[in-house]
């Protein structure tokens, strides 16, 4: 989506037509992918009590018919000139303190997803775009550091390293657990 030049929104599946509703409105977003339920709850019919107050939205695509939203797609579309200073992704408060509140992330900031993890792949893009944060699974924690290239790469601007996704290692290994972890990504935080 990103490079289609879509803006994400995301919506917590558990948020009732006040919250769906806001959050549309507030992002002006134009279409919705939706789970028709969830928990019992019918999000169809909680965007349907909604849609009168919702004069920007003109898309609604259900997860279930997924195949054939995939099927309807231009295979050689020419895709807009997205720029690291377009907006990626819009993320709300889950509002415990307030109403929602919307935070842009433009693509500059936000992570970069990579299909097949490639430890080279993620020094480089770290290394390139100033990365602030690192978060992946431990497996990806070990992998990095253990990278030929690693020793070599500028580094600094990282403030924290977070792994999540399965228990952190905490052996003694070369290079290995969460204490190692933070030693040698010389960070503030390695979580």
Known sequence: MALAGI???TVNPAYR????RY?????RADGIFLLEEYRGCSMAGALDS?????PELRHVWLFSKWERFIAGGVAD???PGVTPD???QIQHTSGTTGFLKGAELHHRRTNVLIRGFEPGLALELAESERATLLGAVPTMLVAVPDYPSFGARD???LRAVIGGGSPVFTGTGPARGIRARRAVF??????
């Open 7 to 9: 803006t994400v929104v």
């Open 17 to 20: 037509q006040d919250e769906l």
């Open 50 to 54: 909604a849609r009168p107050h919702l």
């Open 77 to 79: 579309a020419t895709l």
């Open 23 to 27: 959050i549309v409105s507030q992002s």
């Open 155 to 157: 580094l600094s601007s």
């Open 86 to 88: 377009d907006m990626a």
């Open 186 to 191: 010389d960070c503030a935080r390695a979580d």
